[in-house]
């Protein structure tokens, strides 16, 4: 069946202990109280238990991302929510900005459910700027919604949502935002903004394990939602809002361990500061990765001012492939991520999501050196 | 937002300490080992540990219900698979054999997908039988496929799965199978009984936490996808298999805890004697809840001979109503499942999936008596 031999050097011992320090881009690595969560005996997710957790868990995250539309904690990863807003809110057209594989994702999900795809592609590297995106937005008077990922991982680049956003609004597109590796790590402001369908994953920024998508559902999303021909059941918004409504969370069973995760995560962060104290945290954590690397001599791919601050893309040296570095960080007890898509063999990744310590960002950084040097 | 006030009565403590001893119909209780597997750090799921751990499971589920097909593992409910058959699968019209809620739910799954339903409804209660396949199978040549609920849950009865496939199949039919509450605890053979799509959840017989699908899908039901015109991207079977054959897993990121624990609980049940002996496991416990109940006066509801052999449909005795038995033995500390749907107040329902001691069985048997004398 599948081609590559089956691997049975680590066995189930191998796959227990992942000794690894992660500097992945998701899944990475999980508080310990949030991997507290996880190992709980199980509920019903109709019992008085998962309803409280569950309601808390949508004010907590509505409260995070200021927003006073419904939350809804989709089983599924985050480009369950992707397909949802497609199959919602777009009846024939929409415009995807593209400049990674995350964006390319959004147009292909959205080809997949045959609607047509206008993209915007900036060179890779570059983010899109609001004035490209008058530019399409002034030749394309019938797109219906506008999709953006507002972190490109691939790219280790940040797109100017807000202003992006505005322009989509000043046309009265829908917005679709991919936030998924961006929400928890950078602001973002629902209403104020103007985002109708903004989603995430639970294994990003938050530090819990994959499995759960998180987004928020506008008003005019839902109405949309209303009259939409071929929208499926499960991703189906009115459903989810109606169950949402009623007080019994979800249409189907609920992910109890990620949504439990996800509350802890959530809790720390307020007791430790909220959510301003953890933005904090992680341009922390980012700029002392990309000082490293540039005292090490590398530089980082996208272009200078639109940084990721969730993870780094990092050129390869002279001579020097992406691929052997990930390698030899491997060999020395970290995992960072590999260069993705079209940057695979020049690129390697630093995500900094997650449980991750700055001591032992110092250690990767005296890691990277010693692969550096043997190359 | 929601109706329903915000319960706070528990808080983050209610919801860490469910120390019900469940007898619930899904989210069941959990295994030890499989709770120690879904409370360990994350890794990769591109990582050389999750790709050994994905496969293994594959494997071990294949030899469970016997297949040569390939089995994917869905980042979503059991639901997901289902709404994954009709839109990969069926262009206009299928059959839905509807004996309880989870039936019904197949036949508004298609009928959300755009899908002309015909529905085989015989009274509550009473099992699907061939030969009234037979009769619909025969007014309805256009008819592309079948789907089975092989166990209803909402009714507590087991359909005569191996009949309803061959008939199917005989009239050239596809077999879908929503085997969510009996893969586990009763016998499948899927290429043997011609069974197309065959998908369950990991939080039903195997003892694991909700968030994680699991199916086989035929050659023929991938020919079919590869053809099909709206069947998206999140549930193409097509890109699940091209991720197969390529030995990188999934296509999105998968959900690593769910795996661990199911590939965990699938070896526990190897260890101790393989599928037999599970199926022999929940045959005894099923038979010593209903003659538990027997003794007690009580009746258990679908036709003799169909009863469910993971869960136990209960009629509430004259006078009583269901949902005033299932808070009594909540006050009592164990958790059984209100009855569904059409039997909500007329029933309740004693699930046996999952971790369950005999011991236990006779401390809720105990507790049973004393909810029905206080009655």
New interface residues.
């Given amino acids: 069946?599948?081609?590559?031999p089956?691997?049975?050097?680590?066995?189930?011992e191998?796959?227990?202990c992942?000794r690894?320090k992660?500097f992945?881009v998701?899944?990475?690595?999980?508080y310990p109280e949030v991997?507290?969560?996880?190992?709980?005996?199980?509920?019903?997710?109709?019992?008085?238990?998962?309803?409280?957790?569950h309601?808390?868990t949508?004010?907590l995250l509505q409260r995070f991302i200021e927003t006073?539309d419904?939350v809804f904690l989709f089983?599924?990863?985050?480009?369950?929510f992707m397909?949802a807003s497609v199959?919602n809110c777009v009846r024939k057209r929409m415009i995807c900005c593209v400049n990674g594989s995350f964006g390319k994702r959004f147009a292909?999900?959205a080809a997949?459910?045959?609607r047509a795809v206008e993209r915007l592609e900036p060179p890779l590297g570059e983010p899109v700027q609001p004035d490209m995106l008058e530019d399409v937005l002034a030749g394309s008077p019938e797109a219906e919604a506008v999709a953006i990922t507002h972190n490109e991982t691939s790219a280790g680049l940040i797109n100017p949502l807000r202003e992006l956003a505005a322009a989509a609004k000043a046309h009265g597109k829908l917005v679709f935002v991919d936030a998924v590796s961006s929400m928890g790590g950078a602001e973002i402001k629902v209403d104020e903004w103007g985002i109708d369908v903004c989603f995430s994953?639970s294994?990003k920024c938050f530090g819990v394990?994959?499995?759960?998508a998180i987004g928020s559902v506008s008003g005019e999303a839902l109405r949309l939602s209303e009259g939409a021909?071929?929208?499926?059941?499960?991703?189906?918004f009115k459903l989810w809002e109606a169950y949402?409504?009623?007080?019994?969370g979800t249409p189907?069973?609920?992910?109890?361990?990620?949504v439990?995760g996800l509350?802890?995560a959530l809790?720390l962060i307020e007791e430790r500061g909220g959510k301003s104290w953890y933005f904090d945290l992680y341009r922390e954590r980012n700029t002392r990765i990309r000082r490293g690397v540039e005292r090490l001599g590398l530089s980082t791919f996208p272009r200078r001012g639109y940084e990721s601050p969730t993870v780094s893309c990092v050129k390869a040296p002279e001579g020097a492939k992406g691929p052997a570095i990930y390698e030899g960080m491997r060999g020395r007890g970290f995992?960072l991520?590999?260069g993705y898509g079209a940057l695979s063999e020049t690129t390697f990744r630093i995500g900094n999501m997650g449980h991750i310590e700055m001591g032992d960002i110092d250690l990767m950084l005296g890691a990277l050196g010693e692969v550096l040097e043997d190359l």
């Fill in positions: 069946m599948h081609q590559q089956f691997i049975r050097s680590g066995g189930v191998g796959f227990r992942a690894l992660l992945t998701g899944p990475v690595a999980c991997l507290e969560e996880m190992g709980r005996q199980m509920y019903s997710h109709r019992s008085e238990e998962y309803i409280a957790l309601y808390e949508v004010e006073e419904p089983s599924s990863t985050g480009s369950g397909e199959r292909e999900v997949a459910c045959g994953s294994q394990p994959p499995g759960l021909a071929d929208k499926g059941w499960y991703f189906d949402h409504e009623r007080g019994v189907m069973t609920s992910v109890i361990p990620q439990a509350n802890r809790k995992e991520a590999e």
